[in-house]
């Protein structure tokens, strides 16, 4: 990521990193959503998108001398800022709430953070606030209400993604790019990657920015023309847990119009069904909420919005591993067999309805 130092904050030899960013852009033609590429951010060295954020804001933590790194996150941008933290030497408070991924969560505690569990997801921004205003706690995630994003150091890291993606298509960007959407911080590094891009006249025109949302917060600003994403809660939890915020922010939604683009909200089973897809026919195998760019190009590509000759990337922004339980009821028990051939067959055939010719 630092190869673009130019456009960041610090200097590559300052940079607190692990080799994020150069991830692969890669053609999805089996999918049969015409011409869509996935950049797969799950290659990262935490295994996602976030890590972009946590490199660009762990530089200023210790360019600033701080002490302790503070995170509200229920998953990657909390694993990411662990991460970070153990690389720069910074111990790290990251606030879960009861319910988070337990693989995420193992991987905060793996890198050494100091976890701790709230029931209340309110008192998270609390007790961060109190961290920060009491004892200059440095924060890489939003801490207080209505959300304004995150980290703006860690922001401008998203840039890059944009970068990676024009330079591949040799300074032609896509028509469209799509993403799973919760505070829409890499909606907005992304996009502003690409203005910086247009300003400078390395490209002559920017995307358009769909955002894939679980809550609807963004589709009905946009249709009631507010100048705020309502608050919009659920009844019970997404699987897509790390898109779960109820309310997008300003910011994003000043993206999509900007852009000329659109939101969609995605619902579980569609996300379930693109997680499987994905899997089987790429080899790649997403985290739910990574899955929501696809279930929306599908719904965009039908309704005419994006018209078939158009090119959109999707950004797959986390590794399945990250949080595997709600996709395991989607796939078939593996039997158990013992006999021979005819055996191995028969159980092929009734799990997998496998015939060999
Ligand atoms: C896997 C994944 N995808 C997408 C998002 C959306 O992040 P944001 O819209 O804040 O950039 C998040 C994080 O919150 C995430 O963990």
């Given at each position: 990521?630092?190869?673009?130092?130019?456009?960041?904050?610090?200097?590559?030899?300052?940079?607190?990193?692990?080799?994020?960013?150069?991830?692969?852009?890669?053609?999805?033609?089996?999918?049969?959503?015409?011409?869509?590429?996935?950049?797969?951010?799950?290659?990262?060295?935490?295994?996602?998108?976030?890590?972009?954020?946590?490199?660009?804001?762990?530089?200023?933590?210790?360019?600033?001398?701080?002490?302790?790194?503070?995170?509200?996150?229920?998953?990657?941008?909390?694993?990411?800022?662990?991460?970070?933290?153990?690389?720069?030497?910074?111990?790290?408070?990251?606030?879960?709430?009861?319910?988070?991924?337990?693989?995420?969560?193992?991987?905060?505690?793996?890198?050494?953070?100091?976890?701790?569990?709230?029931?209340?997801?309110?008192?998270?921004?609390?007790?961060?606030?109190?961290?920060?205003?009491?004892?200059?706690?440095?924060?890489?995630?939003?801490?207080?209400?209505?959300?304004?994003?995150?980290?703006?150091?860690?922001?401008?890291?998203?840039?890059?993604?944009?970068?990676?993606?024009?330079?591949?298509?040799?300074?032609?960007?896509?028509?469209?790019?799509?993403?799973?959407?919760?505070?829409?911080?890499?909606?907005?590094?992304?996009?502003?990657g690409f203005e910086e891009l247009k300003a400078l006249g390395w490209i002559s025109r920017t995307p358009r920015f769909v955002a894939a949302e679980v809550s609807g917060s963004l589709p009905a600003a946009l249709a009631s023309g507010d100048p705020m994403p309502p608050e919009i809660a659920r009844n019970a939890p997404s699987i897509a847990t790390s898109i779960g915020a109820a309310q997008a922010t300003v910011q994003a939604l000043d993206v999509l119009r900007r852009s000329n683009g659109t939101a969609v909200t995605v619902g579980d089973d569609e996300m379930r069904r693109w997680v499987v897809t994905l899997a089987a026919r790429e080899?790649?195998?997403?985290?739910?909420?990574?899955?929501?760019?696809?279930?929306?190009?599908?719904?965009?590509?039908?309704?005419?919005?994006?018209?078939?000759?158009?090119?959109?990337?999707?950004?797959?922004?986390?590794?399945?591993?990250?949080?595997?339980?709600?996709?395991?009821?989607?796939?078939?028990?593996?039997?158990?067999?013992?006999?021979?051939?005819?055996?191995?067959?028969?159980?092929?055939?009734?799990?997998?309805?496998?015939?060999?010719?």
């Amino acid at each position: 990521m630092w190869r673009w130092e130019g456009f960041l904050h610090a200097a590559a030899p300052e940079a607190v990193t692990l080799g994020e960013g150069n991830t692969p852009l890669l053609p999805a033609p089996s999918l049969g959503l015409g011409d869509v590429w996935i950049k797969d951010e799950s290659r990262n060295p935490t295994w996602s998108f976030k890590d972009r954020l946590g490199s660009g804001a762990l530089t200023m933590a210790r360019r600033f001398g701080a002490k302790v790194i503070a995170s509200s996150s229920s998953g990657n941008a909390g694993a990411a800022a662990a991460a970070y933290a153990a690389r720069a030497g910074i111990p790290c408070v990251v606030f879960t709430f009861v319910g988070s991924a337990g693989p995420l969560v193992l991987q905060m505690r793996a890198y050494g953070a100091m976890v701790v569990k709230v029931a209340d997801k309110a008192d998270r921004w609390r007790l961060q606030s109190l961290g920060v205003r009491e004892f200059g706690w440095y924060p890489t995630s939003p801490f207080f209400g209505p959300v304004v994003g995150s980290n703006p150091y860690g922001m401008e890291g998203y840039k890059t993604i944009a970068f990676e993606i024009a330079e591949a298509f040799d300074w032609e960007p896509p028509d469209w790019c799509v993403l799973p959407v919760c505070y829409g911080d890499a909606l907005y590094g992304m996009w502003k990657g690409f203005e910086e891009l247009k300003a400078l006249g390395w490209i002559s025109r920017t995307p358009r920015f769909v955002a894939a949302e679980v809550s609807g917060s963004l589709p009905a600003a946009l249709a009631s023309g507010d100048p705020m994403p309502p608050e919009i809660a659920r009844n019970a939890p997404s699987i897509a847990t790390s898109i779960g915020a109820a309310q997008a922010t300003v910011q994003a939604l000043d993206v999509l119009r900007r852009s000329n683009g659109t939101a969609v909200t995605v619902g579980d089973d569609e996300m379930r069904r693109w997680v499987v897809t994905l899997a089987a026919r790429e080899g790649i195998w997403p985290e739910a909420s990574s899955a929501a760019p696809f279930a929306a190009i599908e719904r965009l590509r039908a309704q005419g919005i994006i018209k078939p000759q158009e090119r959109c990337v999707a950004l797959l922004t986390a590794s399945g591993l990250k949080d595997p339980g709600p996709i395991e009821s989607a796939l078939p028990e593996p039997p158990l067999v013992s006999g021979g051939l005819s055996e191995l067959l028969a159980a092929l055939k009734n799990t997998y309805g496998f015939s060999h010719d």
